[in-house]
């Protein structure tokens, strides 16, 4: 899988898309980032904080998969911007946009771009 191409296609689904990014079990940025001419709303060390803690929610929703499925996609809805993250085996991917993203087809979107390239 060329994860930095997965990340572009992602990026040019929605011109409301802000950041996306292939986050390892580490926390670490693996591939994308932030979307060329968008500014980021936090510091450079939160963004470290916010990969390993979004890491972390990952595995502890997968404590439910037997009772519940697998989770596909998660979203947050903020006052300042929409965030999206999709478990994949051992990274996660994590979008952010403006909220006016269309967020109920979005998603969806993207889970077949990650199915294309897995």
Known sequence: ??????????????????????????????????????????????????????????????????????VRFAMSYRDKVLVMSFPMDREVLLVSAEKELDFFKFPFSVLKIIKEYS
């Open 1 to 70: 899988m060329n994860k930095e191409i997965m990340c572009e296609t992602i990026r040019k689904l929605d011109p409301k898309v802000r950041f996306v990014g292939l986050i390892n079990d580490k926390g670490h940025l693996v591939a994308g980032g932030m979307v060329e001419g968008k500014k980021t709303l936090e510091d450079t060390k939160k963004d470290e904080m916010l990969y390993l803690e979004l890491v972390l929610r990952v595995k502890m929703r997968q404590e439910f998969d037997e009772e519940l499925g697998p």
